[in-house]
């Protein structure tokens, strides 16, 4: 079964909305999530690692005030999308590694700004 | 920064077996991976690789790898329709600040027909 949770699995909202993204261990505690994003037919690009009970690391070109990254407990990462605008719509995907085994992937989160 | 490389379709006839081709670039890679998504879904962790092995057996799948060459390889026998999904190879990179990032290929898209 799965041992990483994202929801909502689809958003549509207007242009100006501000859009959260959850990211839940299952069964596990992480210290460390990933989030990624994908664009159609393209790979997945990481666009920060997200850490419990400290700021986020940022990859560069992301922005830290667009998408705003919480990591409130060691089990549950949150994304948000600030003023969201049609370039943003994208597939969302988070990660976590549990322990030293792989990073498990959640099942994504469809994003579609009118 | 790190690369991955990826050939991006492949085609197969149902039973035949399919062999996806991958080569990285990172030299202290320890772990290389073979994650499966399907259209509209996340990642499916299908099987992973230590750097010190040469290659790695799961039912149908047989992961080589030559770490001289950076060449990384995922082998499917009697591929089924239901393997028609994309293929993404990825490497696990360490980075000094603590954590760890995988760096993912563009994805091979593997068509099965009948």
């Known amino acids: 079964g799965a041992v990483v949770s994202q929801h909502p699995s689809w958003v549509i909202c207007k242009s100006g909305t501000s859009v959260k993204i959850e990211c839940r261990s299952l069964d596990f505690q992480a210290t460390t999530m990933f989030w990624y994003r994908q664009f159609p037919k393209q790979s997945l690009m990481l666009m920060a690692t997200?850490?419990?009970?400290?700021?986020?690391?940022?990859e560069q070109g992301v922005e830290k005030d667009k998408f705003l990254i919480n990591h409130a407990s060691l089990t549950l990462s949150t994304l948000t999308v600030t003023s969201a605008h049609p370039e943003d719509s994208s597939f969302y995907i988070c990660?976590?590694?549990?322990?030293?085994?792989?990073?498990?992937f959640g099942d994504g989160t469809r994003l579609s700004i009118l | 920064g790190e690369d991955v490389e990826q050939s991006l379709f492949l085609s197969v006839r149902e039973g035949d077996s399919s062999v996806i081709n991958c080569t990285y670039t990172d030299s202290s890679s320890t772990y290389l991976y073979w994650y499966k998504q399907e259209p509209g879904a996340g990642l499916q962790l299908l099987t992973y690789i230590f750097s010190n092995m040469d290659m790695k057996q799961d039912q149908r799948l047989t992961v080589l790898l030559n770490k001289k060459d950076k060449h990384l390889s995922l082998r499917i026998a009697d591929t089924q329709t239901g393997d028609s999904a994309i293929y993404f190879c990825?490497?696990?990179?360490?980075?000094?600040?603590?954590?760890?990032?995988?760096?993912f290929g563009a994805g091979t898209r593997l068509a099965v027909h009948p």
């Open positions: 997200s850490n419990e009970g400290s700021k986020a690391t940022y």
């Open positions: 990660s976590a590694p549990q322990g030293n085994q792989p990073q498990h």
């Open positions: 990825a490497d696990l990179n360490m980075f000094s600040g603590g954590y760890n990032k995988l760096i």
